[in-house]
């Protein structure tokens, strides 16, 4: 028994947010967090008090008049570094003291450190995101009195200066991703927590991210404006290209050809930035913000579970997964949003279908132009372009994607 009943638990330092059925814990400083019954919080407070394990379990049998697998919940909390493990082997120099705090990890690197909370409300506070929602506002409203001055996926089908547009807008759009990330990390930091930008990927997508776990610890008003902050500056920017596109479709303005087309391209690119937060099979803004409405932490995994075991019942078979453990209330949750997950999924062919393929065979019949020598007007550069921003990123990804769809189906028919 590694926790013996007169053991005195080192409890590192964390904080706490009580979230009804759930009480998530954090080491902010090691980006840890937990969520466990408020009875076991109860449980760790005692222990954090000075209690040993034998009188904190006490005191909870005369609470909830029943008795805590505490060797279990202790053997959780030390694999997360919130506890210190009762050691058995004689102190040494470099053993240190029983009752000792544990060792801190090194804690990674975040950005925006020197932003305070005080200094990023004021950046990212209600009157911005006021004035943001009127610009969608008025964006929106063009657009149901006009909807062709939407930018569509023809804007990047650039018939002139191919390649110093196509390459324009792409390096436009890595800018507008990477403001669209700053503002997470703003809206963490006035939430208090830390943030950090990182490149991963979503299947077969790399998507920059910004990493914010902290932000559980926040309430909920300050979740939503975290996760959404990216959407909003997005939304906004999409909606000043709006009016001037629509006024210069009323001729109100004069635009080249070129910042025409600019604008169109990079229109866009923020469009399918938002639709890609639809995707709510991924874990994107919009997911974030359906699961704190919900209150669910786990609702992905909980959904994809659901979903199996219902196709096993229309296929009458025995369930694969047992979701027994999940609260009534976030079943409740979990079946609202499994027609958001499956909804998502019908949105990424539909992107698939009529915005990237489209786009690919647009590259795929001017890079052949190329090559017989049938279009003047298309160098060298403008195939490169074409070949490495047009299919080749393209084609890479749904290789990946249709090789991780195999190997997942392989390993349901292995097992």
């Known amino acids: 028994m590694?926790?013996?009943p007169d053991t005195k638990?080192?409890?590192?330092?964390?904080?706490?947010?009580d979230e009804g059925d759930t009480v998530t814990i954090g080491d902010?400083?090691?980006?840890v967090y937990l969520s466990i019954p408020p009875p076991a919080f109860e449980l760790l407070e005692w222990l954090k008090s000075g209690d040993t394990v034998a009188e904190a379990v006490r005191r909870f049998e005369a609470k909830f008049n029943e008795t805590p697998e505490v060797e279990d919940f202790l053997a959780a909390l030390a694999a997360e570094g919130f506890i210190t493990p009762?050691?058995?082997?004689?102190?040494t120099d470099e053993t240190p003291p029983t009752g000792a705090a544990p060792a801190p990890r090194r804690a990674r690197k975040t950005h925006f450190d020197r932003l305070t909370p005080t200094v990023a409300r004021r950046i990212f506070g209600?009157?911005?995101?006021i004035v943001c929602g009127l610009i969608v506002a008025v964006g929106i409203t063009l657009v149901a009195i006009d909807p062709g001055v939407m930018p569509g996926p023809n804007g990047l089908r650039f018939e002139e200066n191919f390649a110093a547009m196509t390459w324009l807008t792409f390096l436009i759009a890595l800018v507008g991703v990477y403001v669209h990330e700053v503002a997470h990390v703003i809206a963490a930091r006035a939430a208090g927590s830390p943030a950090r930008i990182e490149i991963s990927n979503r299947m077969y997508v790399p998507v920059a991210q910004t990493d914010m776990t902290g932000i559980w610890m926040a309430d909920k008003s300050q979740r939503y404006l975290g996760f959404l902050a990216g959407p909003i500056i997005d939304a906004a920017s999409l909606s000043i290209i709006i009016v001037f596109l629509w006024l210069e479709r009323r001729g109100d303005i004069a635009l080249s050809s070129t910042a025409l087309m600019l604008l169109r391209g990079v229109g866009f690119t923020y469009l399918a930035r938002l639709i890609w937060q639809t995707l709510l099979f991924w874990r994107t803004d919009f997911y974030y913000s359906i699961a704190t409405l919900l209150g669910c932490k786990n609702l992905m995994i909980d959904t994809e579970n659901y979903l199996r075991n219902l196709v096993a019942?229309?296929?009458?078979?025995?369930l694969p997964i047992d979701q027994s453990d999940v609260p009534s209330r976030e079943m409740r949750s979990v079946r609202v949003y499994s027609f958001l997950y499956v909804g998502g999924r019908v949105v990424a062919v539909w992107a698939l279908v009529t915005i990237t393929f489209p786009l690919m065979w647009f590259y795929l019949t001017q890079s052949a132009t190329y090559l017989t020598g049938d279009n003047p007007g298309f160098g060298l550069l403008d195939f490169t372009s074409a070949i490495v921003l047009g299919i080749g990123l393209n084609l890479l990804g749904l290789v990946l994607w249709g090789r991780n769809l195999y190997r997942a189906w392989s390993r349901r028919r292995a097992s």
């Open 86 to 91: 009762a050691s058995h082997t004689p102190p």
């Open 313 to 318: 019942r229309v296929r009458r078979r025995a």
């Open 9 to 17: 638990v080192a409890v590192g330092p964390y904080v706490h947010r």
């Open 126 to 129: 209600r009157p911005f995101v």
């Open 2 to 4: 590694m926790y013996g």
């Open 28 to 31: 902010i400083d090691r980006e």
